[in-house]
């Protein structure tokens, strides 16, 4: 079994920053794809972006690209999505998901998160 638990969501001013963490235990001796995933109130929940198992492919959604940097330490087992700059419009619930490849289909991560919350007041 596979846990993901993300931290680092909060309130704060839009144009700020935020790190969030997700951190990978359980079965970590195999390292997993990592997409990061936003859900706001009555909507679907969206592809935020996605780094693969070695770090060297990355795959970002246009809303956020220039915007929000993911990354990943394996030793660490924590993936890690700064967000910079931040709008109103990005305010969701937060998810990281583990999978087998790198993807922008929800339906293609086997482990998720619980969320956390980012608001961007403007």
């Known amino acids: 079994q596979v846990q993901l638990v993300e931290s680092g969501g909060g309130l704060i001013q839009a144009g700020a920053s935020l790190r969030l963490s997700c951190v990978v235990s359980?079965?970590?001796?195999?390292?997993?794809?990592v997409g990061w995933f936003r859900q706001a109130p009555g909507m679907e929940r969206e592809f935020v972006a996605a780094?693969?198992?070695?770090?060297?492919?990355?795959n970002y959604a246009d809303s956020v690209k220039g915007r929000f940097t993911i990354s990943r330490d394996n030793a660490k087992n924590t993936s890690y999505l700064q967000m910079n700059s931040l709008k109103p419009e990005d305010t969701a619930v937060y998810y990281c998901?583990?999978?087998?490849?790198?993807?922008?289909?929800?339906?293609?991560?086997?482990?998720w998160g619980q969320g956390t919350q980012v608001t961007a007041s403007s």
């Open positions: 780094i693969s198992r070695s770090g060297n492919y990355i």
């Open positions: 359980g079965r970590t001796s195999l390292t997993y794809a």
């Open positions: 998901a583990a999978g087998t490849f790198t993807t922008r289909r929800p339906q293609d991560y086997n482990y």
